[in-house]
């Protein structure tokens, strides 16, 4: 008997196996360069791998969703940089853009899908560079030799040099930015097919008109467009294709407007045509009513010119029931408030707004806001309807709402030599107490904290029994008092009953013997400061 003859998914897969370990090549993007310069080969394989899947969908009943099979497509598209491959391909084209990556970095994996995708509309729209990334943790010296130390990291090299990524990180944010670094800046449209074409491909972007291309205002209009590297800049001479563009409006030469895909859709430039004027223009308004900060977009968000913020933390569901009337809110501050969002349950965004808020723990719904300006916090302490909201964002607006300092609850000082001091009684305790106040600053945090506790223990007890002198301690990690500005745990101060608002401070490392001879110089000085008056 003869043996029986292997199916031809077998010698497709043979046949893959054996030219994959015999030929050396690089996948490249459309226009890209092939190091082998074995165009041939390769278009044999790419067959052979294409005539394998078809084997598999065949074998394979279950079908792949729509998603699935988009990422499958961009994944291919990358090459996988290794330690032998990296130099070679970087070497053999002009246009090369690296992502840096660890497989077990979170931000790695939200950016992986995004950069594949990206990858898939660079090649749609012909675009000559070539998408690559690199697992930096199992390749440390190549990813070194190309300047990744962190992760992501995102690269462009341009005929071999490097620069360092400046753009967003969604799939169309890359898109753009690397369009712009490899080609025209401004995409130009002239006709209504091409409009309608452009606006299928871009959901996002700033439109020109301009009777001619030339002129000191067109020029401002290019150089913003070079400049700006997050969002697509078009051009257009036809009052036809821009009223496509920019429909529902009475467009005159020059005109230059904001198109994004949400509620308030359309926005007019209205300020003077100079590079500066419509970079801040784009930047306030780019942000859409109230936008989700993830860890892709943080940098961005909070990098922004707007200086008051508003964070809403919640859990998505939350959110959902709240989020229209939310909107109609944004768009009565809007520009001069930005509307964040951030899931409550996120500890790497979340939890550090809401540590400086005093919320840690909190499960429901956190209404705060940011004064930049003046490094101002607010927190609305009442229920966040969307009334109450508004009523909030008018009174940090104009300045008629009060900061929020951080502060325990009011502790039970009957007993004990020293007096726990909180936010909320700082005033009560320490400034408008009729006694010489001695306070410890401490944290939780702070190493030589402990030491210095136990010297004050012992200098509260020697001077137990004075009339006029209080020894008291305040946790200023958990506690905020807008006179108590310390930046170095341990702080030891002494506040003299004639003037509070000028507290001495003493130093921490100084012995006990020393400490007490400082006091008593102050209590001294206080009682003649009295006599004199």
Not at 83 to 105: H, M
Not at 216 to 242: C, D, L, R
Not at 396 to 413: E, M, R, W
Request: proline share 5%; net charge negative.
């Amino acid at each position: 008997m003869y043996p029986p003859k292997p199916t031809s998914r077998f010698i497709f897969l043979t046949l893959t196996l054996v030219l994959l370990l015999t030929l050396s090549f690089t996948v490249t993007s459309s226009g890209a360069t092939n190091v082998d310069n074995d165009d041939e080969d390769a278009e044999g394989i790419e067959e052979l791998l294409a005539l394998d899947e078809e084997a598999e969908d065949q074998e394979n009943p279950h079908v792949k969703s729509p998603e699935a099979e988009v990422l499958s497509k961009a994944q291919k598209i990358v090459i996988e940089l290794n330690q032998d491959s990296t130099k070679r391909v970087i070497d053999a084209n002009e246009f090369v853009l690296v992502l840096g990556y660890a497989p077990w970095c979170p931000r790695s994996a939200e950016l992986m899908p995004q950069f594949a995708e990206a990858a898939t509309q660079l090649k749609e729209l012909g675009r000559d560079v070539v998408m690559a990334k690199i697992d930096a943790e199992r390749y440390p010296k190549a990813a070194s030799n190309l300047g990744i130390k962190g992760y992501p990291t995102m690269l462009l090299f341009v005929n071999g040099s490097s620069q360092a990524y400046t753009g967003g990180f969604t799939s169309q944010e890359i898109v753009i930015w690397a369009g712009k670094k490899t080609g025209e800046s401004v995409i130009r449209v002239n006709s209504d097919i091409q409009a309608k074409e452009f606006l299928k491909k871009h959901s996002m972007f700033a439109v020109g008109l301009f009777e001619k291309f030339e002129g000191s205002e067109y020029e401002e209009f290019i150089k913003a467009a070079t400049s700006h590297n997050e969002i697509q800049f078009v051009e257009t001479s036809e009052m036809g294709v821009a009223n496509i563009l920019f429909p529902n409006m009475k467009l005159s030469y020059p005109f230059v407007g904001l198109v994004k895909s949400e509620l308030d859709r359309y926005t007019t430039f209205e300020g003077t045509l100079k590079m500066e004027d419509i970079l801040q223009f784009l930047d306030v308004y780019k942000f859409p009513l109230v936008t989700t900060v993830t860890e892709l977009n943080s940098v961005r968000v909070f990098s922004t010119r707007i200086k008051f913020q508003v964070y809403i933390f919640a859990e998505a569901d939350d959110l959902k029931n709240i989020v229209e009337p939310l909107q109609n809110v944004a768009r009565k501050f809007k520009p001069e408030v930005l509307f964040l969002y951030i899931d409550i349950k996120d500890d790497n965004l979340a939890k550090p707004f809401l540590t400086l808020l005093g919320r840690e723990e909190a499960e429901e719904t956190v209404v705060a806001a940011f004064d930049n300006k003046i490094s101002s916090k607010y927190l609305l302490e009442s229920d966040p309807t969307p009334s109450k909201i508004e009523e909030f964002c008018s009174g940090v607006l104009h300045g008629t709402l009060a900061p929020f300092y951080k502060s325990q609850p009011i502790p039970d000082n009957t007993e004990g030599s020293i007096q726990t001091i909180v936010g909320k009684t700082f005033d009560e305790l320490i400034l408008s107490s009729p006694q010489n106040t001695f306070l410890e600053v401490h944290t939780p945090r702070c190493i030589t904290c402990e030491a210095t506790s136990k010297k004050v223990e012992k200098l509260a007890k020697h001077f137990k029994g004075l009339d006029d002198l209080t020894f008291a301690r305040i946790d200023a990690y958990a506690n905020e008092h807008p006179k108590l500005q310390v930046n170095d745990y341990p702080t030891l101060l002494f506040y003299p009953a004639h003037d509070k608002s000028n507290p001495i401070k003493l130093p921490t490392k100084s012995s006990l013997k020393d400490l007490a001879t400082l006091i008593n110089k102050n209590l001294k000085t206080d009682h003649e400061t009295k006599d004199e008056l």
